[in-house]
């Protein structure tokens, strides 16, 4: 595996992370109406792994998904990646983002989440993993996910959000936002952000960090580092937004968040 990618605007070289000395590969996650696609990842021939959901980025579960499944997996961890939007659509169709979110997106509540990550816990737990170290981390629309499933299951023990929204959500269905589940975190997050990302103004940052000095004890121990030349999704190595410094030091700080906390 290799952060070598060329950063900024120049055209991004894919990371792809191979399986050696792992189990892995797709397969279908049972939930409450059915089953969904799902991607899964782990160290060969362990039990008891702490557990890590991959919240999908807003193009669903793709190659860069699960390879940040096999990246997290070399890690030591059991990731799962479910298709959380699976049954509003086929997201790898789209190309044009608001098209995507108006006709799939806008129509995923965080209920449905909730529960399909609920199910991955359980997956896991007759897989080889821990349900009670259970760590979540999301990007884009999965980032703001990491925040209210990190508010949600009281067996999440850490969390780290790849630029997600803080003061909203996409679509009517969202209720409720990061700014409102401070004091019902569970687990102490890790906010990865980029300075120039437009769509998450870093003044909704700095709220969110007076939400969290203020909150409970969770909320207290959670963290932010915004990247000053990142810009949204600099995390996905695909994209033009690929930014491999800031990628780089985020996955650096989300292991050791990790070890700290699971």
Excluded at 81 to 107: C, F, H, M, W
Excluded at 233 to 260: H, I, N, P, V
């Amino acid at each position: 595996m290799s952060f070598s990618a060329a950063a900024g605007n120049v055209a991004p070289t894919v990371i792809h992370t191979d399986a050696q000395g792992l189990v892995h590969g797709d397969f279908q996650l049972p939930v409450a109406d059915g089953s969904i696609s799902a991607y899964y990842a782990a160290p060969e021939g362990k039990r008891d792994l702490p557990v890590v959901l991959v919240v999908q980025e807003i193009f669903g579960v793709h190659e860069h998904i699960k390879d940040v499944c096999r990246r997290v997996a070399k890690a030591g961890y059991l990731a799962v990646a479910a298709n959380l939007y699976e049954r509003q659509g086929d997201a790898s169709t789209y190309t044009d983002i608001p098209k995507l979110i108006a006709e799939i997106v806008s129509k995923v509540s965080d209920e449905q989440v909730f529960a399909d990550l609920d199910a991955s816990v359980a997956w896991a737990a007759q897989h080889g993993g821990d349900p009670k170290r259970v760590a979540v981390t999301g990007f884009c629309w999965g980032g703001r996910l990491t925040w209210m499933y990190a508010a949600h299951n009281p067996d999440v023990k850490v969390g780290v959000a790849w630029y997600g929204k803080l003061s909203a959500g996409h679509g009517p269905l969202i209720k409720r936002y990061a700014f409102d589940v401070v004091n019902e975190l569970h687990a102490p997050v890790l906010g990865l952000y980029g300075a120039k990302d437009t769509g998450i103004p870093v003044s909704d940052i700095e709220i969110m960090k007076g939400k969290l000095a203020a909150g409970n004890e969770h909320a207290r121990r959670s963290e932010f580092v915004v990247y000053p030349q990142a810009d949204h999704a600099f995390m996905a190595d695909y994209r033009m937004s690929y930014q491999a410094e800031a990628a780089k030091d985020g996955w650096g700080r989300m292991l050791e968040w990790f070890k700290r906390y699971l």
